[in-house]
């Protein structure tokens, strides 16, 4: 397949795709696609859903308020990221924007939100997750979007947490300095990053984690990280080690 003479506008469709399939946009794609973007009948775009692959698809029907794409064919197959959960104690506003669209775009599974002792941010907007892991998958190529879990408390997340997915939690005092080292000592396989609040777990959550035998803490370095990017950091350095950049 030729992909330099592809389409570079992307959306993501919450339908099955197949060639032939009539997908009937939201208002809020109609108006950008229509409205914003001036497509008229017969243009082409990119379509996915998360499930089925990345699609050409054709403007069918274009109107002020009413949009209809019609399926063509599949121009690249499913390609899931690393079976990767990121978790995070939730920051405030943009700061969490930015850091669901840098997870989303870093190819994770599964976004979910952990409060701590020292988190900030107790309420948490899951449907404006949601909407910003969408948008970054559909402006960096990503074929899936994360889900998105409820908020729950850090020991409610251990006491439930599959002992077979290795967890990674960031710790200021790591024994081993070098993250590249202690990553170097967990098999690859389904994985978890967890980054803490702004003020770090305190004494009794990291005791709490490092007594779990499905722990390993690594070091970011001699320098301290806001919490953003630090999840950057972290998920980078994963994908390096145990994920789909080796």
Known sequence: MDTDHLPGVR????????????IACTPEQANYLVNVLRLGSGAEILIFNGRDGEWLARVAEAGKRRCTLTGVKQVRPQLDGPDVHYCFAPLKHARLDYM????AELGVAHLQPVLTRRTVAAR????????NAIEAAEQCGVLRVPRVG??????????NWDASRHLIFCDEAAEITSPLA?????????LGVLIGPEGGFDASERAMLLEKPFTTAISLGPRIMRADTAAVAA???VNAALGDWR
């Open 182 to 190: 202690a990553l170097g000592a967990v098999a690859a396989g389904p």
């Open 100 to 103: 669901v669209q840098k997870a």
């Open 150 to 159: 409820e908020p729950m408390k850090l020991d409610t997340l251990l006491a």
């Open 11 to 22: 959306l993501f469709v919450d339908v099955p795709l197949s060639g032939g399939a009539v």
């Open 235 to 237: 998920l980078a350095l």
């Open 124 to 131: 948490v907007n899951l449907d404006r997750m949601r909407a």
